[in-house]
């Protein structure tokens, strides 16, 4: 489990904010030799001040290769643990420690622990959005950017346990015909769409293509024209012939799908109540002033046990050497 250093120099309060947040920030990165990464599922002016903005796998690789000595990671913190396991020597940042994941804590150490050990010959592929104690107890990290490949390349003969998430797993064995022992668990916003208004949303707009995350719903995800990780979402948006798209995934990404086609229409997909439920609340969590402080007071900080960064490294340096 994560853990954060209780030292918080220079506390800054709500009231001492600079006028001009932007300005600041870009100051105390020259001044901390800090990069910013930052999840497609941020606000807007997160995701417009970030030095790099990408999904699990490509904020993965950009932890992996920065020369900063600072990363302040502007995401949930299992994307935090995961730029510290690879970053040992570096300061890892995180805006909100709140700023948690659903996914994540669908999975619990002991309980999967547990359920391991009731497959014993069985390879643990887990999916990235999963904290540091999960990926220390499996053999390959994945996330929805090359689950598919990263399965298809296990020997067919293996049996393999895919954790936390079933609607992925789902989706993978769909793909690649394999059986896999699923545990499960789920993203509470990507579980929260509703089919019926996405097939009223299309009937409304039926030259809507509808794209979905493949952590959705298998019901969600058979209404839709194209299936991908959020990366593969906005490069498939941006390609299409299409001047309409009906977006089954947290709707941070639209936010750069209308920097990339601005003159095409991105309409979120509906949530099942009528509530702000698709919007990720850990996610929403981090903003522009906590970023700011956070840097101004280094802190809070992730750290992990060495034991337990060591165990996590090993299967996300075979998920990344096997997505190559």
Not at 29 to 57: M, R, T, W
Not at 65 to 74: K, L, M, R, S, Y
Not at 139 to 163: E, G, L, Y
């Amino acid at each position: 489990m994560f853990t954060t250093a209780l030292a918080q120099p220079e506390k800054t309060e709500q009231g001492d904010l600079p006028l001009d947040l932007f300005a600041a920030i870009e100051t105390l990165k020259q001044e901390l030799n800090a990069v910013i990464l930052a999840h497609y599922y941020q606000e807007p002016d997160i995701q417009d001040i970030a030095d790099f903005i990408g999904d699990s796998l490509q904020l993965a690789k950009a932890a992996a290769h920065t020369n900063a000595d600072v990363i302040v990671f502007a995401g949930v913190h299992f994307m935090a643990e995961t730029a510290k396991i690879l970053n040992p020597d570096k300061m890892v940042l995180l805006p909100d420690l709140n700023a948690g994941c659903s996914l994540a804590d669908s999975c619990p150490t002991e309980a999967f622990a547990a359920f391991k050990a009731a497959y014993p010959n069985h390879l643990v592929v887990s999916y990235i959005n999963c904290s540091a104690d999960i990926k220390a107890m499996s053999d390959i990290i994945c996330t929805s950017s090359n689950a598919v490949k990263i399965v298809q390349q296990i020997p067919i003969d293996q049996p393999i346990i895919f954790a936390p998430d079933r609607n992925l797993g789902r989706y993978v064995m769909e793909k690649t015909g394999r059986d896999l022992v699923l545990w499960e668990g789920s993203c509470v916003v990507h579980e929260t769409f509703s089919e019926k208004k996405i097939v009223q949303l299309k009937i409304a707009h039926p030259q809507a293509e509808v794209i979905a995350h493949p952590e959705c719903e298998t019901s969600v995800l058979r209404h839709a024209n194209f299936i991908g990780s959020t990366a593969a979402l906005l490069k498939y948006c941006e390609q299409s012939p299409s001047q309409e798209f009906i977006v089954a995934t947290e709707p941070g990404i639209i936010h750069q799908m209308q920097k990339l086609a601005s003159y095409k229409r991105f309409r979120p997909a509906p949530p099942l109540n009528n509530c702000a439920c698709n919007e990720c609340p850990f996610m929403r969590l981090n903003t522009l002033e906590k970023l700011y402080c956070v840097m101004k007071n280094r802190s809070p900080e992730i750290t992990l046990p060495e034991n337990i960064r060591m165990a996590a490294l090993r299967p996300i340096q075979r998920m990344l050497e096997m997505s190559v």
